[in-house]
């Protein structure tokens, strides 16, 4: 970890800047769609959203789970439990100075991968191929989170 | 995205530096308040916590969910999906330079429209008070990642 | 914050590297144990997964929740409500340039205290044991949010 500074200046920084912003916007655009669902079937959480909902005889209904809402929910939460780490780990990597035909290769592999899971979550297609595309993202860090233990070693 | 070093030590990271600090702080404050929910309605998720509240006959009823609780935790998960995003390309807008004027009006803004949106959530106040302050937080974010971009775009 | 660029390369940042990177692998690990009660008690969120539960006459009735899975799943949740905070500030920290041993007994404090909190959770101990390594990380973060806001602040 030696000249990192110099690191931080170099296409390898600028390749991760790009690949976790737009991963990162993808995960954003999960909320977005959670609120179409919610607005478009009136399913709602909170007493004072089902004003949202339009006027309604009974607003107590609009209270309840519905497994389109859900599902978006499920992937959100898959996200977060999934891209936070690739981002933390992957800033990291990027200041070990890796080659950056390889770091591309991790950036893009996990962005591809998680792009696929949200596809294969919300359509749904059959299994297992969210499985695998969960799978990819996690060797994917784990790989990254190798070369910065390896590399920062400092317990 | 040239000579990004001397960004970290400039008047914008450390401003970056305030604002994401609060802004998480706030966001940890979530945790004692549904602890202060939970110990003094006596609501736990699990049998072991039951302990926590006290002697009573039967713990069992004490593992339910509550309306309170649920509140504070849809605040927490809302702020972990919107604030967390706000942090990673912060981070990176911070380093690609921009004018300091225009950064403090970025975080000043999400950081004072995710404040508002605790509020709105937590007392609560009418729709769609709660909405708006989302989406000025979401806005905020998009504007900070559209910089990053064309500055670093690196595929 | 003045001479943050020496800072990036120094131990305290390879210190910050090599904790934040194992107290992430630890909160990652939380899916795949997820994922391990899921197969053996073949009990899932979503409908297309099933298959994944082997050859079965009702499918529908692997569509449930189970206590061992939602424990996980409470734990993995904690988690990114704690550790995500962690990273963030922790990393503003170790560019304010603290005394190496100070920044030390801080990551080594939080890691400890989160590895001790997920065993407590998972096993689980009697109370207050978790709630005391949750409350040492909370403390952890806040004491070095206390020093990015004191070097740092710029409002």
């Known amino acids: 970890m030696t000249e990192v500074v110099h690191m931080i200046d170099s296409e390898v920084f600028m390749a991760f800047s790009t690949y976790a912003t737009i991963v990162i916007l ?67 990597y990027a200041l070990t100075g890796p080659d950056l035909s390889i770091a591309l290769l991790h950036f893009r592999l996990f962005v591809g991968s998680r792009c696929f899971h949200t596809v294969a979550y919300l359509l749904p297609l059959p299994q297992p191929s969210r499985a695998l595309a969960w799978m990819v993202g996690m060797v994917t860090t784990f790989s990254m989170a190798y070369r910065v233990l390896t590399t920062a070693l400092f317990l």
């Open 26 to 92: 993808k995960m954003m655009l999960m909320g977005p769609i959670t609120s179409y669902h919610r607005l478009t079937k009136k399913v709602f959480s909170n007493m004072e959203d089902t004003a949202l909902g339009g006027p309604a005889e009974d607003r107590k209904k609009m209270i309840r789970a519905d497994p389109d809402v859900e599902r978006v929910r499920r992937c959100h939460q898959n996200d977060l439990e999934n891209i936070i780490p690739f981002v933390v780990i992957g800033l990291l």
